[in-house]
């Protein structure tokens, strides 16, 4: 069964940190261009970070540079965002697909049609 899953995340304070993982069962992770997206109220889920497959070449949103990294373990088919200097501002529902399409146009992200999805997961960030 092909399928995604979320973890991590949950309450964090203002300027703190936090890594999601995202894994995968069913196929290999790695052969997919594959990516963080995130859910903002009101709008389509924007593009967070994105590493594709040929070449490892990492894409991030500009709101999200300096802040976030991607990267993934190979062994363990499984892909990470590490999130540091959370601001409350910052969406509160994190998803991981396959087949992301980014963009450093302003262009909005998109995951293509043979792409998958995970559940979702909740970061929270509050003092």
């Known amino acids: 069964q092909v399928q995604l899953v979320e973890s991590g995340g949950g309450l964090v304070q203002p300027g703190g940190s936090a890594r999601l993982s995202c894994a995968a069962s069913?196929?290999?992770?790695?052969?997919?261009?594959r990516g963080w997206f995130r859910r903002v109220p009101g709008k389509e889920r924007e593009g967070v970070a994105c590493?594709?497959?040929?070449?490892?070449?990492?894409t991030y949103a500009d709101y999200v540079k300096g802040r976030f990294t991607i990267y993934r373990d190979k062994a363990k088919n499984t892909m990470y965002l590490q999130m540091t200097s959370l601001r409350p501002e910052d969406p509160d529902v994190y998803y991981c697909?396959?087949?992301?399409?980014?963009?450093?146009?302003?262009?909005?992200?998109?995951?293509?049609?043979?792409?998958?999805w995970g559940q979702g997961i909740h970061v929270n960030v509050s003092s």
């Open positions: 697909a396959t087949d992301v399409v980014p963009s450093t146009t302003g262009v909005r992200w998109y995951v293509g049609a043979d792409g998958y």
């Open positions: 590493v594709s497959t040929a070449g490892g070449t990492t």
């Open positions: 069913g196929f290999t992770l790695d052969y997919y261009d």
